[in-house]
């Protein structure tokens, strides 16, 4: 996909299209200062950049429930309404507050499928300056194996620079 961003045609390399990626979604989110607009807007930019992305978006800790996500902003089917800490790939990154990355989703104990086609994940935890939880970043795709560590690397760089602040 060449999806583009102000007149942007994003690089077909994997680390050069997240890194102008990177760039688009700093230059967009630069001075909103409201989470679900930023969250909506990460999760949209991502999705339109990469052809293998099936689900993304956030699962936010949901001020109430402490343990327990609650679904977000995203750009994909349905997605789970909850999903309790330490359940599935979501709530696994909730609870280790550790990126997960996971090539065949049905090896993986205690899976959640919100979506059938989904057969591998990657789901990042999102913290704010002070180093709360407020989410986790959620990308499925239907292609196995479909994440690495560049992947991390980059999803963990841009959560960072768009929540941390």
């Keep these: 996909m060449a999806e583009a961003f102000n007149d942007k045609i994003l690089p077909a390399a994997k680390a050069e299209r997240y890194a102008a990626v990177a760039q688009e979604i700093a230059a967009v989110l630069?001075?909103?200062?409201?989470?679900?607009?930023?969250?909506?807007?990460?999760?949209?930019?991502?999705?339109?950049?990469?052809?293998?992305?099936?689900?993304?978006?956030?699962?936010?800790?949901?001020?109430e429930?402490?343990?327990?996500?609650?679904?977000?902003?995203?750009?994909?089917?349905?997605?789970?309404?909850?999903?309790?800490?330490?359940q599935g790939?979501?709530?696994t990154a909730a609870r280790s507050r550790q990126t997960q990355v996971v090539e065949d989703v049905g090896a993986f104990p205690g899976h959640i499928a919100c979506?059938?086609?989904?057969?591998?994940?990657?789901?990042?935890?999102?913290?704010?300056?002070?180093?709360?939880?407020?989410?986790?970043?959620?990308?499925?795709?239907?292609?196995?194996?479909?994440?690495?560590?560049l992947d991390a690397e980059w999803l963990e760089r841009i959560l960072q620079d768009s929540f941390a602040d």
């Design 65 to 86: 429930k402490r343990e327990e996500l609650v679904v977000g902003p995203y750009q994909g089917t349905l997605g789970c309404l909850r999903i309790a800490f330490g």
């Design 115 to 149: 979506d059938s086609r989904s057969v591998s994940e990657i789901v990042v935890p999102v913290v704010d300056a002070q180093g709360h939880l407020l989410a986790v970043f959620d990308v499925d795709s239907e292609t196995p194996a479909a994440f690495d560590r």
């Design 30 to 63: 630069d001075g909103e200062p409201n989470l679900t607009a930023r969250m909506a807007t990460v999760a949209a930019m991502l999705a339109a950049s990469f052809d293998h992305f099936l689900w993304t978006g956030f699962y936010a800790v949901d001020p």
């Design 89 to 91: 790939v979501c709530g």
